[in-house]
């Protein structure tokens, strides 16, 4: 059957949010860098001391924590954060953990100021349904929302909600429903006629609070042109330098086609101590908890998922899963204190930056110099290994003028960093 190509009417402004002017490229190279943002994870699906598989082509039963996800432990990771000047905690999404709208929205009442990166699917509910979801979460928590966009790349967990769209449509279907969420949030009244996507008369009765920014991730080919038109900040997982770098030049060209600028930020994992041997330490004990089939059934479930961002995790320790090296942490330092561990039994983001304080805040500039503005961070077990970072990389980050600690936040973050030997 023959497809007719989308087509969007809008009407009636009505008291929409006023757009800042974007920058130009060059404008934009010539203003001061702003200070990162830090975000950290809420472990929806439970937390360990050990990692906890799940997600990105792994059954639903296989995220199994041995700390339950409570509300009561999910806030004290949430009060940490923003003790700590994090900006927001991204709440994942899929059938492996809880639902992050539920779940965010019972959290953002027990803290005072951080933000929450809530992960959304398109096509999982109705457009207009999700511009008034954000819509009415900004407007109870004024300037706590921030919405981390999920294409979705495996086709077996999309059945599994009744989303029977194969890859490019899914992507195309996302660009349908930015474009529906964006113009509702402006205040516009919205038909939209789309091979994906119906909306008749569609319109807001109440808008955001402010500006929601979406962040939206994907390495696929279908991906880069949807995060050109639409992302506010593009987010990656933690590849090698040399790969991140890639990815930035192939996304900041395409939006400036279109008359954009894009943020750019990365996930990560992060395992750091007061000293490099510590830390390694701590990675030889995650890895030590696994064995060759709890790797090789979880790789069988990975390889299933149509995301090229998942193949990358997957190709970073190929070799070593062959020849049994990977239970040598060392062995999957695939770039200088780039550690590839985490994505032998998790799915998503599977790599973590390990090594002293001053060796993980090296890295963190590294991946700034390259032009990452925001870090969405985690760690085994989170509450721990918040506080390990909090304490330890954040003063190096102050110190090097890379990060600055909100006024309301404690004067302990701004602490003197540890004297440790950095490497």
Known sequence: MAQTPSSTTVTANRSA?????????????????????????????GDSRFI???GHGLPAGAARGDRPASIGYLSSIARAAEDFGFTAALTPTGAWCEDAWLTTAMIARESERLGFLVALRPGLVSPTLAAQMAATFSRHAPGRLLLNV?????????????????????????DEFLTVVRGLWRGERVTHRGRHLQVDDAALHRLPAEEIPIYFGGSSPEAGPV????????????EPPAAVAAKIDWIRGLAAQRGRTVRFGIRLHVISRDTADEAWTAAAGLLAALDEDTVRAAQEGLARSESAGQAAMRDLHAAHRGDGSWRDPRALEVAENLWAGVGLVRG???TALVGSHAEVADRIAEYAALGIDEFVLSGYPHLEELYWFGEGVIPQLVLRGLFAVPGNTPGRVAAAPFQTAAH
């Open 52 to 54: 906890v598989g799940g």
């Open 348 to 350: 998503g983001a599977g």
């Open 227 to 238: 995060a050109a038109r639409h992302s506010d900040v593009y987010l990656t997982w933690g």
């Open 17 to 45: 949010i006023p757009t800042p002017p974007v920058a130009s490229p060059s404008e934009q190279s010539n203003t001061e860098r702003p200070a990162l943002k830090l975000h950290w994870f809420l472990p929806t699906y």
């Open 150 to 174: 999920v294409t979705g790349g495996e086709p077996h967990e999309q059945r599994a909600f009744g989303d029977f769209l194969d890859k490019p449509s899914r992507y195309a279907r996302t």
